[in-house]
């Protein structure tokens, strides 16, 4: 953060996110630090809100103080909303309740999309770089699809990012290099395929853009077999697995 800071004065929106952050066990902490770094941005705390009524005095104290606002994603499970409300409310912390009735797929196992075309189509949906252990990233998925890589044996691309430690590093150069495409694109299909919010089984086609899902995009550049939705990734083998 502090690197991040010197970097760049006029951050609007922090968004500390997870996973779930409100797992960690030190939550608070990067409260402080955040807001020491940018006292005037807009920081927020994204959740899913499961463990927000049971939190200690001591991290609403810290949302207080640090002037940290919360945005819950609330998907369609039984959660307290109204004890949340008057937890958020009685400490004075801004809380938005955001309703999710629906994920999407949004994975290309060709690993054939045209980068700076996959990259027009999420960034008309949204624009949120991606910054984990001094290491930013044009999204959130490079970051963190090692998981995925390890769960589902495939080589997804995890090596586009730009260290904000190094000596070369500055804001224009950061900004240059979140608006080029990463490896990661190529995985990343013209349309996503959207579906209602389930209980995971944990399969890999639930992630994925089937052939005929691609085609009826307008996709599919590369001959030959490719995911049906029941056989193993073609990218398997494939780009850099960390
Ligand atoms: S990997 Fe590229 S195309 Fe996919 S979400 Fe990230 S920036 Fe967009």
């Known amino acids: 953060m502090r690197r991040l800071s010197r970097l760049f004065k006029n951050v609007e929106c922090i968004r500390l996110m997870g996973g779930e952050p409100l797992l960690h066990p030190q939550v608070s902490s990067f409260f402080a630090v ?11 705390l994204v959740t899913n809100g499961l463990l927000l009524s049971t939190m200690e005095p001591a991290f609403w104290w810290s949302c207080t103080t640090y002037r940290i606002r919360i945005d819950v994603t609330l998907y369609p499970i039984a959660l307290d909303t109204d004890r949340i409300r008057g937890l958020a409310d009685s400490h004075q912390v801004p809380l938005r309740i955001i309703e999710t009735t629906e994920f999407h797929a949004g994975m290309n196992l060709r690993g054939d999309s045209e980068p700076a075309q996959a990259m027009r189509y999420c960034r008309a949906h949204n624009y949120c770089p991606f910054l984990k252990e001094g290491r930013i990233y044009p999204c959130v998925r490079p970051a963190v699809v090692g998981y995925f890589n390890r769960a589902f044996n ?34 990343c299909p013209y349309e996503y395929r959207y579906f209602p919010w389930g209980r995971s089984t944990k399969q890999l086609e639930e992630w994925c853009i089937t052939d005929d899902e691609l085609r009826a995009a307008g996709q599919v550049s590369c001959e030959g077999p490719g995911f049906t939705g029941t056989d193993v990734p073609l990218s398997a083998g494939l780009g850099e697995q960390h």
């Open 34 to 44: 955040t807001r020491r770094c940018f006292p005037d941005a807009d920081i927020r």
């Open 154 to 187: 495939t080589s997804i691309p995890t090596a586009g990012y730009l260290d904000i430690h190094e000596r070369t590093a500055t804001g224009w150069k950061i900004l240059e290099f979140l608006e080029k495409p990463c490896e990661a694109c190529r995985y």
